[in-house]
């Protein structure tokens, strides 16, 4: 079932990039953060396309290290998604993959793609998210998010937390101006923190 829905995902993208508009982006990063946790402990670039069939975006996203980091390559990510919106949420599968250097990681080696499930919607001026890993991931991995303005906090098991048991992974302050972000995030489960700044193209 995996193999279809990655090949599926794959399919669609590429028709819709020849038939549709397509949209380009590019991040550069000091740190890789995500959910809390630091991927790879290197600036990264995040390059990202994706193009639409009606209601359902279709794209990619990336994250690879642009500075000295792990041998094993361990903050690279090659991702697909597939978004909409049915009233007032918003949802999206992704296909997480994390391809290394030494070419043992095959993209058609279903085993090592985690796909997430997650829904979104505001309430009022609250941005709500929850996430969920339906396969490749024996936890079954969870994450929850609010949002308040600047202010986010994130609420994670499995593989965000250190004991897999739930517990706040990601507190945050995000600012932005023009193309420049900043964010000071805080895992109080992992007791570090961050300070990222990055620039949108």
Do not use: K
Not at 97 to 121: K, M, Q, R
């Amino acid at each position: 079932m995996r193999v279809i829905t990655l090949s599926i995902m794959n399919l669609l993208l590429i028709l819709s990039m020849l038939n549709g508009e397509v949209t380009i982006g590019a991040d550069v990063v000091s740190r890789y953060v995500w959910r809390g946790t630091d991927y790879g402990n290197a600036a990264a670039v995040q390059p990202s396309i994706e193009t639409t069939i009606g209601p359902v975006a279709l794209g990619a996203w990336g994250s690879w290290s642009i500075s000295p980091g792990p041998a094993d390559a361990s903050g690279n990510e090659c991702d697909l998604y597939a978004s909409t919106t049915v009233g007032p949420v918003g949802l999206t599968l992704t296909d997480y993959f994390f391809p290394a250097y030494a070419g043992t990681d095959s993209l058609l080696n279903i085993d090592i793609h985690v796909f997430e499930l997650s829904a979104g919607a505001d309430v009022g001026p609250v941005s709500l998210l929850a996430a969920a890993n339906v396969s490749g991931d024996d936890d079954n991995s969870t994450y929850l998010e609010l949002t308040y303005g600047a202010f986010s906090l994130g609420l994670g098991n499995g593989a965000y937390s250190t004991d897999g048991e739930f517990a706040p992974v990601s507190l945050g302050i995000s600012a932005s101006r023009d193309n420049f972000s900043a964010s000071y995030i805080i895992n109080p489960d992992q007791e570090t923190s961050f300070l990222v700044f990055g620039v949108n193209f």
